[in-house]
């Protein structure tokens, strides 16, 4: 029971930490300004709590074009983390290259949850607000997730979040294939 708890409370800090890392490499690499005059409500919030992670990584490691490499490798450094803090709790017995599989499949995890919660968070907006900071800040985050679909899909309502859960079906699958063959 204490291990449920404990895997609980630090599957929702590192979700949480790792994921707005990822978001901080989303917004960088599609230059979203991120200041509140720039219309953007999250920006310095996600710059506050990610800062300490992401700031000494990136003076050992240089973007890649304009991927920020130190935020993903913020993201699954905490991935790393959480899975190594769980493997310890449990014993520590031999598997350590299994933790490494699963902090990257669950950074890739987390994008497509992140992918399907800001689509949702979007089309909810859509239907109630008109006009409003979020409601910009979100379409300019979604934009660049959906327009490759729909260039090929008609826009047909839920068929985005069909096509983020077959890839997270597709995840998970891999992943167990991997795991296995360890």
């Known amino acids: 029971m204490l291990y449920q708890i404990f895997s609980f409370l630090l599957d929702i800090g590192a979700g949480l930490l790792a994921g707005l890392c990822l978001l901080r490499l989303y917004m960088q690499y599609h230059?979203?300004?991120?200041s509140v005059r720039s219309g953007n409500p999250i920006g310095?919030?996600?710059?506050?709590?990610t800062d300490w992670l992401v700031l000494p990584l990136r003076r050992m490691v240089p973007p890649l074009g304009r991927l920020d490499?130190?935020?993903?490798?913020?993201?699954?450094?905490?991935?790393?983390?959480?899975?190594?803090l769980q493997w310890l709790m449990l014993g520590g017995g031999a598997?350590?290259?299994s933790i490494v599989v699963l902090a990257l499949f669950?950074?890739?995890?987390?994008?497509?949850?992140?992918?399907?919660g800001m689509v949702i968070v979007y089309a909810v907006l859509s239907w109630v607000q008109t006009h409003s900071l979020l409601s910009d800040l979100m379409e300019r985050l979604v934009a660049p997730l959906l327009s490759p679909i729909r260039r090929?899909?008609?826009l047909v309502g839920g068929v985005d979040?069909?096509?983020l859960q077959i890839a997270t079906i597709v995840l998970a699958t891999l992943q167990t294939s991997v795991l296995t063959m360890l």
């Open 69 to 84: 490499m130190a935020s993903l490798i913020g993201a699954l450094l905490v991935e790393l983390a959480q899975y190594g």
């Open 95 to 97: 598997g350590w290259v």
């Open 106 to 116: 669950g950074v890739a995890r987390m994008a497509i949850s992140m992918g399907t």
């Open 161 to 163: 979040l069909s096509l």
């Open 31 to 34: 230059r979203i300004p991120v």
């Open 152 to 154: 090929i899909v008609p």
């Open 44 to 49: 310095p919030f996600l710059f506050a709590v």
